[in-house]
């Protein structure tokens, strides 16, 4: 498989925990693992969602270039998930939350013709869900 042109590149901590919420709620597959010198952390993983590609490492301070979000702060971008069916989007949306995610916005069919639900991950991210409505 080709790497998409563009990938988000999430920083997350712990990241191992959040490859296994993404795995379970998004049923992510891991491309690539590798772990941090300290033996303690992720350096970089690469995990395939949806037909796309999204990156992830542990926060390094010591690095002091990015940093996890803050519980409760706004997020400065979002990450989206296109599906075929309005199902799919329901379904998701149902696995996120049972693994906890917090549930911005509930599966409703959207006026601009898709349906729609935005979620918070446990580490913060901010995940959007979208289906063409079925005609």
């Not at 959040?18 to 590798?34: E, P």
């Not at 906890?100 to 599966?107: F, Q, S, Y």
């Not at 898709?114 to 446990?122: F, M, N, S």
Request: charged share 20%; aromatic share 8%; hydrophobic share 45%.
């Amino acid at each position: 498989m080709e790497r998409p042109k563009v990938a988000p590149y999430l920083t997350v901590s712990p990241a191992a925990a959040a490859i296994a919420f993404y795995t379970g709620a998004f049923d992510a597959r891991q491309r690539a693992l590798m772990p941090a010198v300290d033996g303690l952390r992720i350096a970089h993983c690469e995990l395939t969602i949806n037909g796309g590609s999204v990156m992830l490492a542990d926060f390094f301070p010591e690095l002091g270039h990015t940093r996890a979000p803050l519980p409760g702060e706004a997020v400065t971008c979002s990450i989206s998930l296109e599906y075929d069916r309005p199902a799919e989007v329901d379904d998701v949306c149902a696995r996120a939350s049972k693994l906890g995610a917090k549930v911005e916005t509930a599966p409703t069919n959207s006026f601009w013709g898709t349906r729609y639900a935005a979620l918070r991950d446990p580490f913060g991210h901010r995940w959007i869900l979208n289906a063409p409505l079925e005609s």
